[in-house]
């Protein structure tokens, strides 16, 4: 596959430990982050081909622009992806899932399509998603991370992988997100 991902910038690596940002957000969530990762430029070697061809699908929708816009969005071209992908909305201080795919909803157990965040998952998971969506809509980025879920919660599969990309609304604010999810366990 063509990646015409930029060969310049910087890869902004998070990781737990040393006072991070993001182990103060593990230690409020209860979501234990293993990794997680801004991409910016050339994808880091160790990312999975088929979410490197992924992300290198978003910079070249993106081209020169901050974000690609939501409706370069297009099923037949993501459908080696589509059962693991959900489209979010932002919807006020919320996001809404118009999208959640049948693999995915397979691996965690239920379909959240059409439902909100907030009405979606306990209080401590909700809490890792709005911080990394809160990283993804800042830093206008995707966001790479590895992340397990408490036992407790009782979720089919307990380690995940996501790749959670950035799209501007009619506003040209970060209102979309396009979020691959895989169970690793």
Known sequence: MY????PAGALSRLQV?????????????????LEQVVLSGTPPAHLPDDLTALYCWWEDVRADAAL??????????????????SLLERVEEDWRYRLYGSTLAEA????????RLSDSFAPIVQRFYIDQYSLVTSALR??????????????????????????????????FLLVFARALD
């Not at 430990?17 to 103060?24: C, I, K, L, R, T």
């Not at 965690?108 to 439902?115: E, M, P, Q, S």
């Not at 036992?151 to 970060?174: D, H, N, Y």
């Open 108 to 115: 965690a157990g239920f379909d959240l399509t059409g439902r």
């Open 17 to 33: 430990g040393g006072g991070s940002a993001v182990q103060a957000a593990v230690h409020d969530s209860a979501v234990v982050v």
């Open 142 to 175: 995707p966001v790479y991370s590895r992340n397990t879920r408490p036992a407790r919660l009782q979720i089919t599969a307990r380690v995940w992988e996501r790749l959670v990309m950035p799209f501007a609304g009619r506003s040209g604010s970060a209102d």
């Open 68 to 85: 690609p816009a939501r409706a370069v969005i297009d099923p037949f071209s993501l459908r080696s992806w589509l059962g693991n992908l």
């Open 3 to 6: 990646c015409a991902c930029r």
